[in-house]
């Protein structure tokens, strides 16, 4: 496997003596689909900013394509070029005067010319569904387009890993779903996609791998299926089961399907597998 990023034994602490990361050990595989889930406070957001080189362990290593992070300004450019964050609330991210100036700034900033910036910059706005807004100011945006304005100013970029914070935070049902498929758009080309998230819904039906989090520390790790049919786990991280694994634990006791069936990982796959059984016997 080849792991584009990677935690050995992270820990950190923040100036007034808090303790945001206690041994914090993961692999990302590159193309994959990431989600950390966890309570406020397990330490998502810190351990994203150890990503791109903004935080630095106390003790510990972070490193990107094998290579341990160099906190010296030549490789964290070269560090923030491929990994992209996108923050939970995207006002932190959008400063310039419209969208069109503040997608552009990160592609100006690498040095490239005239032409190129503009070609990214315009790619980045027709894949996010923004183009229209290029010369609307960022602060008369709605929540929703923020957030893929935000998220434009990254692709522009070309990063290798894009990392996002909440991304579903505060939408509405289009705009989760705008969202979502955007998200889902961006790994099938090739990019390597890590997430935080409370909704474990979106985590069961979309993650190739769960990291469960807990005050620091990673306490548990491995397939949708696997997290989430493990109850100890969830008791221990205050996770409740995805609805469909509910509806199919359900369906299992009252006899409409064989708990040897795989438990299904999108409604797709559910309604398949109830196509497939009669009901039972009264």
Do not use: C
């Not at 406070?41 to 903004?54: D, E, P, R, Y």
């Not at 914070?165 to 080309?189: C, F, H, M, S």
């Not at 009252?254 to 797709?268: F, T």
């Amino acid at each position: 496997m080849n792991y584009i990023l990677q935690a050995d034994d992270v820990y950190f602490r923040y100036e007034d003596g808090t303790t945001a990361l206690q041994g914090v050990t993961l692999k990302i595989e590159e193309g994959k689909k990431t989600v950390l889930l966890g309570g406020n406070g397990a330490g998502k957001s810190t351990l994203f900013l150890h990503f791109n080189g903004i935080y630095r362990p106390h003790r510990g290593t972070v490193l990107f394509n094998g290579e341990e992070i160099q906190y010296k300004n030549s490789f964290l450019k070269h560090l923030r070029k491929n990994i992209g964050v996108v923050f939970q609330d995207p006002d932190t991210q959008l400063f310039s005067a419209n969208v069109y100036q503040d997608v552009s700034f990160g592609p100006i900033n690498l040095g490239l010319s005239e032409e190129e910036v503009k070609t990214r910059v315009i790619d980045a706005m027709k894949e996010t569904g923004v183009k229209h807004l290029s010369k609307k100011p960022t602060h008369l945006l709605s929540y929703g387009e923020k957030k893929r304005a935000a998220i434009a100013g990254v692709l522009a970029m070309k990063p290798k890993l894009i990392v996002f914070d909440e991304p579903t935070a505060w939408l509405d049902p289009a705009g989760y779903r705008q969202i979502v498929k955007l998200i889902e758009d961006i790994n099938r080309q090739g990019k390597t996609v890590v997430l935080s998230t409370h909704d474990v819904d979106l985590a069961y039906s979309w993650a190739d791998l769960v990291i469960v989090m807990k005050e620091g520390k990673v306490i548990g790790q491995g397939t949708p299926q696997e997290i989430f049919q493990n109850n100890r786990l969830l008791s221990e991280a205050s996770l409740v089961k995805p609805w469909l694994l509910e509806v199919y634990d359900k369906l299992v006791a009252q006899g409409w399907l064989n708990r040897s069936a795989a438990p299904p990982a999108n409604k797709g796959e559910l309604y398949k597998l109830l196509g497939d059984n009669q009901p039972p016997k009264p």
